[in-house]
């Protein structure tokens, strides 16, 4: 078999790749991973069909990409979890595999995945990429939007390139979680979701392309006054969400779609929360914390 890959949308041709040609289950060879990184920095995401896996088997392959992170963004870091360290279970399921009710914490705390973010930019060193399998979908809803941070860099006006060009941001759960009323944490929590340092504005090492750094995990900016600093970042949302630059991937069971954090930032649609949704992430790491790499 051949790898190829095609723009999902022939009048986007730089932005959501369908590639065809591998078995994530059967294995892929080092070459064919170089391939699958240059189809990632060109698309930022790709889609990848009948791809039925297990956790083992998807962990298998993200492996090539980086080094995985464990879960341990997840809310649910206990030994009775669904679904081991390795995986991000991004499930409306409990331990027990029923529909959690609309008061558990875990579902709550999901429902963060439907605000605009970048995967682990709460983390000191963030996500590369993640690689997200559907295992169970509902019968409509629950799309994934993309939205290319580089295309929204591109159509920034001068002045306001400028004006984010140093700008350093701190990234925590407590925000995007408090932009929910989300507020009850615990000790251990509090401890874990230490604001984190991230640049606004980041250069993708394998295209070259910069992209802009926003997060709803951002919630204040270095030197800025809070609601400054808030604003700034509300402004640049809007913009960086238009729908000239989002890409909306309808899921299929065993569909698997890997983006790049460094380029795109994501969210779930509403759907039946009455309704199984299970799709289990693998994500694997960046090579170093964004100040540390060159602009
Ligand atoms: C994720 C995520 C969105 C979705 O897996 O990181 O944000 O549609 N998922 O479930
Ligand atoms: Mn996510």
Redesign the pocket.
């Not at 994501?266 to 649609?269: D, I, V």
């Given at each position: 078999m051949t790898i190829d890959i095609v723009p999902i949308r022939p009048e986007h041709p730089d932005f959501a790749g369908l590639l065809s040609g591998i078995s994530v289950a059967g294995g892929i060879s080092r070459e064919d991973a170089t391939i699958i990184e240059e189809g990632m920095d060109h698309f930022a995401v790709l889609v990848l069909r009948d791809q039925q896996m297990t956790d083992d088997q998807q962990y298998a392959f993200s492996e090539h990409f980086g080094p995985p992170e464990q879960a341990t963004g997840d809310l649910d870091k206990s030994a009775t979890r669904r679904l081991s360290m390795k995986i991000?279970d991004?499930s409306n399921l409990d331990e027990n595999g029923a529909v959690m009710a609309i008061d558990d914490r875990r579902y709550l705390f999901g429902l963060g995945?439907r605000l605009w973010?970048s995967?682990s930019s709460f983390k000191p060193t963030p996500a590369k990429y993640?690689l997200?399998s559907a295992r169970h979908i509902p019968a409509s809803g629950?799309?994934?939007e993309f939205a290319d941070m580089r295309a929204a860099w591109d159509a920034l006006p001068a002045e306001l390139q400028a004006e984010c060009m140093d700008k350093i941001c701190d990234h925590s759960q407590l925000y995007s979680r408090g932009q929910l009323g989300f507020t009850e944490w615990t000790d251990d929590e509090i401890a874990f979701n230490k604001p984190v340092p991230q640049r606004l504005v980041r250069r993708h090492a394998g295209s070259g392309r910069l992209s802009l750094y926003l997060s709803a995990h951002a919630g204040a900016i270095h030197g800025l006054p809070m609601p400054e600093a808030r604003i700034f970042l509300r402004e640049l949302n809007e913009h960086a969400t238009q729908k000239q630059f989002i890409y909306s991937h309808q899921w299929q069971p065993n569909d698997l779609v890997i983006w790049d954090n460094r380029a795109v930032m994501?969210?779930?649609?509403r759907y039946d929360s009455k309704q199984v949704?299970d799709?289990h992430?693998t994500t694997v790491s960046d090579s170093a914390p964004t100040l540390q790499q060159p602009l």
């Open positions: 991000n991004i995945n973010h995967d993640s997200l629950g799309n994934t994501h969210r779930a649609t949704r799709l992430r």
